[in-house]
């Protein structure tokens, strides 16, 4: 037996659905609430509307996703670190609790940009959808772990560039084998050419520290890495100006089908509001915090405790976390012969990575006294500047199949195999492992 302002509720609901909506401004039931439109209490149906708003939201952020399973495994994790202090279990469960938490970012921010149009939707991606990476490294450079933020920044370009990319092309080729999938040429050139830009920045450091030449001794190198920073961020926001204002007809799909697609997803509805979206993102931005937080002590102790180099956690197994939603996206659109998005998602992030997010930890370094510069060390470098030329290489025909997919997969499994035999000289429980 339901109450009068539930019953209220429901008539609203009933006028709703037969009377008609001016187009110009559609009604909403809490406008109608705030005028006093129920013969009941004004201010008891409105707590009947936000409980149920709340429940909706709720049901549709927490509950609609599968990976959303994995979300106790965060509190568990704080559990364990406070109950038997064993960094390994620590670092584990928190790396299985941060998964769903970076992919419901993602979702927060897809929701956002439905009310702030393109360009700035495509800025709020840029900002958020490294936001795991980024939490992580200002944590490591916080507790001065500054080989930690390198190498997962550098992980984080390599599984993006390897594995994300290469598992893209190689689903897609699949789904597709009758065909070779066709991508913007001119979009993948630009993105190449800020990536070999990105290892420039961070080749001559360590060609100035390896070829002992610099001017002043240890002091030279960070103040090289300092500038060259500072012109890589005016160069991702003359690329950002570039992408959403200037030339944005250059990063048009070349498949007139994906076209269509674009068109038709832009008259999609949002699920959540503006503010709620605002509210999601908050809400999961310090969630991850936290566990950033602890994820971070618990490395050394994690190396120690499994023999494994921090290089190999750093490098490969914290990246791989946090490309965990952009990892399945750059799969759907690849199977779905929109490549154009996938490679947006894969490759662009790379950029994002390289161009702004190594060059922000240095100013954030900066300015906590961290000497975090783009001497990334002989190994690193190397490795980078390698896997970027392989895939330039790769994409200069703008065209993709499974067996190219097949060989950045492998690629990325011999620089895995690498960083797992690489003892970093700077790293103390690298030293343990050797003695």
């Not at 689903?171 to 065909?179: D, E, F, L, M």
């Not at 990105?198 to 001017?215: D, I, K, M, R």
Request: proline letters at 3%.
């Amino acid at each position: 037996m339901t109450s009068l302002d539930e019953r209220s509720v429901l008539e609203l609901e009933d006028k709703t659905l037969v009377t008609p909506v001016s187009p110009a401004r559609k009604s909403h039931p809490l406008d109608v609430i705030q005028h006093g439109s129920f013969s009941g209490s004004p201010q008891a149906s409105k707590n009947i509307y936000m409980r149920n708003r709340v429940l909706k939201n709720l049901k549709i952020v927490l509950l609609s996703s599968k990976i959303n399973l994995l979300l106790p495994f965060g509190p568990l994790a704080i559990l364990v670190n406070y109950l038997t202090g064993r960094h390994g279990w620590v670092f584990f469960l928190t790396l299985l609790g941060i998964i769903p938490l970076a992919e419901r970012l993602g979702y927060a921010t897809e929701q956002l940009a439905f009310y702030t149009g393109p360009t700035v939707g495509g800025l709020l991606n840029a900002t958020f959808g490294n936001a795991t990476e980024l939490l992580i490294s200002i944590f490591a450079l916080k507790n001065g772990m500054v080989r930690v933020v390198q190498q997962s920044l550098l992980g984080s370009i390599l599984s993006n560039m390897l594995l994300v990319l290469g598992c893209a092309f190689l689903s897609g080729g699949i789904v597709h084998c009758k065909k070779d999938q066709v991508f913007n040429k001119a979009a993948a050139t630009v993105n190449s050419g800020l990536l070999l830009m990105a290892v420039l920045g961070l080749t001559f450091p360590a060609v100035l520290h390896y070829t002992h030449t610099e001017l002043h001794f240890g002091k030279s190198e960070l103040a090289l890495s300092r500038f060259s920073s500072c012109v890589m961020l005016v160069a991702y926001a003359a690329f950002l100006v570039f992408q959403l204002k200037s030339h944005k007809n250059l990063y048009v799909p070349v498949d007139e089908g994906v076209i269509q697609t674009e068109n038709s997803y832009d008259n999609e509805d949002a699920e959540i509001s503006k503010w709620e979206s605002i509210i999601w993102l908050s809400i999961l931005t310090a969630w991850i915090s936290v566990l950033s937080g602890y994820l971070v002590d618990a490395i050394e102790g994690a190396s120690i405790a499994w023999n494994i180099p921090i290089a190999f956690i750093s490098v490969i197994l914290l990246p791989i976390v946090g490309n965990a939603s952009e990892h399945a996206s750059a799969i759907m659109f690849a199977m779905k012969d929109k490549l154009d998005i996938s490679l947006g998602v894969a490759i662009g992030s790379s950029t994002q990575i390289s161009m702004f997010g190594i060059p922000f930890c240095v100013v954030v370094g900066w300015l906590m006294g961290r000497p975090m510069d783009l001497n990334f060390q002989l190994f690193e470098t190397t490795t980078l500047f390698v896997m970027v030329l392989v895939v330039a290489f790769l994409l200069q025909e703008g065209t993709s199949n499974y067996f190219k997919g097949l060989m950045l997969i492998l690629c990325y499994l011999i620089v895995a195999a690498s960083f797992f035999v690489h003892a970093d000289p700077k790293s103390v429980a690298d030293k343990i492992h050797k003695n």
